[in-house]
T-cell receptor
Framework: GAVVSQHPSRVICKSGTSVKIECRSL??????MFWYRQFPKKSLMLMAT?????????EQGVEKDKFLINHASLTLSTLTVTSAHPEDSSFYIC?????????FGPGTRLTVL | GDSVTQMEGPVTLSEEAFLTINCTYT??????LFWYVQYPGEGLQLLLK?????DKGSNKGFEATYRKETTSFHLEKGSVQVSDSAVYFC?????????????FGTGTQLKVEL
């Protein structure tokens, strides 16, 4: 299946700063990528669907101005958490869709102090 | 809408014990079903999948059969190892107009002890 990487794997930032997380499809050109958020000991919550060359589609309740998504190429999607606050601390995971299956990246642990 | 229900964990087993993690779903039409595994601090890895009724997905000794009559996709393994300790997620991809989104269960933590 598709190989997906994320960078950074872990980031700590101060409250009020912005953080960018990259998701790369290493061996597959992905027109669609997904961004999930996972709370401790909880399931994954789909935040948005990232579409190459067009605006992302956000799930209900997800602030699009807070979580900026850019899918500038077929191999790269970025999630920027703007003006981060401690409640944004979480595990963020991206995935790509290939042949009826989603393949996930290793995740990024964001801690906002 | 679509939903997935998994048995609550944690499930604690001794090495070489038999494993069953129950998963049932609600969906219209003919969804595709998946099991993903998440090791501590990592993302999700696809474990197995089934795309139509009566299909059996299998990988690394794990199996699950798509049962449409009972809307279930239970995960089984005949003999677990300590290295199988992880969180297991059941998920479905609907066949309706929801695109390629996945709906996940809440996850079941498995702990295997010597």
């Amino acid at each position: 299946g598709a190989v997906v990487s994320q960078h950074p794997s872990r980031v700590i930032c101060k409250s009020g700063t912005s953080v960018k997380i990259e998701c790369r499809s290493l061996d597959f050109q992905a027109t669609t990528m997904f961004w999930y958020r996972q709370f401790p000991k909880k399931s994954l919550m789909l935040m948005a669907t990232s579409n190459e060359g067009s605006k992302a589609t956000y799930e209900q309740g997800v602030e699009k101005d807070k979580f900026l998504i850019n899918h500038a190429s077929l191999t790269l999607s970025t999630l920027t958490v703007t003006s981060a606050h401690p409640e944004d601390s979480s595990f963020y995971i991206c995935s790509v869709f290939q042949t009826n299956t989603q393949y996930f990246g290793p995740g990024t642990r964001l801690t906002v102090l | 809408g679509d939903s997935v229900t998994q048995m609550e964990g944690p499930v604690t087993l001794s090495e070489e014990a038999f494993l069953t993690i129950n998963c049932t779903y609600t969906a219209t039409g003919y969804p595709s079903l998946f099991w993903y595994v998440q090791y501590p601090g990592e993302g999700l890895q696809l474990l197995l999948k089934a795309t139509k009724a009566d299909d059996k997905g299998s990988n690394k000794g794990f199996e699950a059969t798509y049962r449409k009559e009972t809307t279930s996709f239970h995960l089984e393994k005949g003999s677990v190892q300590v290295s199988d300790s992880a969180v297991y997620f059941c998920a479905l991809r609907g066949s309706g107009g929801g695109g390629n989104k996945l709906t996940f269960g809440t996850g079941t933590q498995l702990k295997v002890e010597l």
